[in-house]
Each structure stands twice: as structure tokens, then as C-alpha cells.
């Protein structure tokens, strides 16, 4: 085991392992352009130690270059904006492959397809070292593979965690063991949003509220907003296929969190599923779901009087909150029984002092094992 910052990793894969898997795409690779002089751009900052194996493993006429993507982990409709910084010059009528070390989401890779698909090249390849199939989600088809591994987060052999870790010759994997993660549930205006505020200090925690998530995307206009806020408007639920791909994008945003808070996630029954199964693909778990009791009425004056401050139009209005309450009954309450047969469902009285109600919620999270 080693520590990064904060954090403990133990060992994944061994240098031989690695060093293997990239003498087999030189291999394949070879086959295919041994014949003209290829063009190698490797991906900066991870890719530089592939970059330097794959050359000494590949020897047949070529060229390498690099190109560097910066990106920055706002939130916008396609959850990431990148700026690149260098683009390689003469590509024009030769063949480019790029060298990329770990292709997940295919986020990067998307952008790289854009730049590359304005250029001359004769043939634009993507060769990848470390491929998460599991969660890659873009449309175009990765040519070489190094390694197909699970969707864990990885540092070494040129990856970093908050850029430790890049210099280890074998790659390391975060140990989970200790990771926390609670489902808040609760009617709205419950207090979920108010508690997870000081849960995640507490426990270090990241906070994932899909309704924050949603007027986030509201508020600067993105498609996603424009597609949930009429939903929002009526009190009605976004549908599920939206919200649950909104929400695997956050986690997977947080790749080193030490555990999340999911608020306002799971509201049915369909993304209570999604999640479990996201969850253990990524060898992770729901700890706790833990609900904040309090009865209809104390609630809709509650709302009402944060719509007053908030401005949230679904707070003004007690028919939409009613409806709320309505879609929760109907859809959201079936998953108590759901995580009571997992044994994972406590309850908490909601009602109270603010700081009274984060210390019944500290007991249940203090007792789990
Ligand atoms: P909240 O801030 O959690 O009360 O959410 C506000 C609104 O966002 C809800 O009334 C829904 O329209 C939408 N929303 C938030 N989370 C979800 C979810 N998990 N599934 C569907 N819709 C959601």
C-alpha cells in the first residue's frame, strides 16, 4: 500500500504486465503502418511514460509529437471543457495515431476526434493503454488496446492523483475499503439539502444533489437544463434515463472522493437499481440510506418559506409542492422497502434543532461497520 496525499493505494498492475500489453499493440500496430512512417502524438501530462515504451517498442520508421489538453472540471452540458494547448504541426496526408494513456468516459477523446477531424490527415487512429470499457460511452471505436480494466481510479506509470504518483513504474488502484456512502432521503424540504451540507465537512464527504445539479444546468441555459425544467416547473420528476446519466457523471467527476452524499438520488425505483449496479462496477457500495422524517404540513410551510428567500419557482407554489409530495409517495417511498431488505434503511427524526438533527444522523453513520 502507498499514500498520495491523503489517500492509500495498493498495488494493480506490474510493470511486466504493463510492458507486455504495450509490446502487443507495437505488434498490431506495426502490422498495420510498418509500411509508411506513422505519426505518433502521444496525449500529455500521463501519457509520457507509454509514450517512451511504446517507441522502444516500436521500431519501424515513425514520428512522435504531443499534444496537451488542459481540462477544467466545471460543469457544463457536456460536463467538461477542454482548451488544448499544443497541436502538432505537418500532419498533413500522414497518418496520425494517438497515444493515449486511459480512455474512460471518452470525454478527452471526443475533443481530440473534433480537432483532428479538421485536418488533413491521411488516417486518424486512437491507441489506448488503459481502456474502461464498462463506462466508455463515446461513439468512436478505440483502434488499439492495451488493457481492458474496471472502472477504478488508477495512479502511476505516468498517472497522477493531484499530480502524485506519475513517476511509480507499476500502476496502483485507491483503496475503497474505508469510503462512505449515503443515500439522504427524504419528502422535499426535509432538511436533506441543509444536512448534507454539514455531513460532508464532517465526514469528508462529496455532495451530489441532483436537484442542485439540475438548476445548475437551469441557470446557464445547457441543454440538459432546457430538458428538466419543465419538469422542475410542475414539480414533476425528470425522467429516469436523464437523471441517472447526470448522476453517473458526477461520481465519475469525483474519481478520488473519499465517499459521496446523494441527495435527491434515488427517487424510483429504477434509479435506486441504476445505482446499485453503477456502484458495484466501480467496486463501490450504498452504505446507509437514511431518511429524515417530518410530517406534510411542518414540510410545505417549510418550503413555502424557503421559496420566499430562494426564489425556486417549485417552492412557490403549494399545488407544485403538493405534487411533489404526490410523485414521492407514489415513486420514491417503494424504496424504503428496497433498502430495508438490504438492511441499509435507518430513519431520523426530522424535526428539531438543525444541529440536533446532524447529531442524529452522525450516530447512524458512526454505528455502521
Ligand atoms: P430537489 O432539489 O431535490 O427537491 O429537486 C428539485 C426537482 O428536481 C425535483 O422536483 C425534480 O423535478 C428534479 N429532480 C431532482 N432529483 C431528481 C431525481 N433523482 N429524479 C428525477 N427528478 C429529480
Redesign the pocket.
Known sequence: MIKLHDKFFKPYLKEEQILNAIAKMAKDIAKDYKDEVPLFVGVLNGAFMFVSDFLKAYQHPCEVSFVRLSSYQGLTSTGIVETLLDVPEEMEGKSVIILEDVVDTGRTLKQLVHLFSNTNVKEFKIAALFYKSEVYNGEYPIDYIGLDIPDNFIVGYGLDYNELGRNLREVYQLNQANMINIVLFGK?GAGKGTQAGFLKEKYNLKHI????V?RYNIQNGTDLGKL?KS??DR????P?AV?IDMLKDEVEKNPDAAGFIF??????AA?AEALDNFLESKNMRVDATIALEADDDILVARLLERGKVSGRS?DQDESKIRN?FDEYNEKTAPLKAYYQKQGKFHSVNGIGEIDEITTRLSQVIESLD
Do not use: E, H, N
Open positions: 422535499p444533489s441532483t436537484g442542485d439540475f428538466a419538469y422542475i414539480g414533476d420528476l425528470v429516469d437523471t441527495d435527491g438520488f434515488p427517487r424510483t434509479q417549485d411533489r
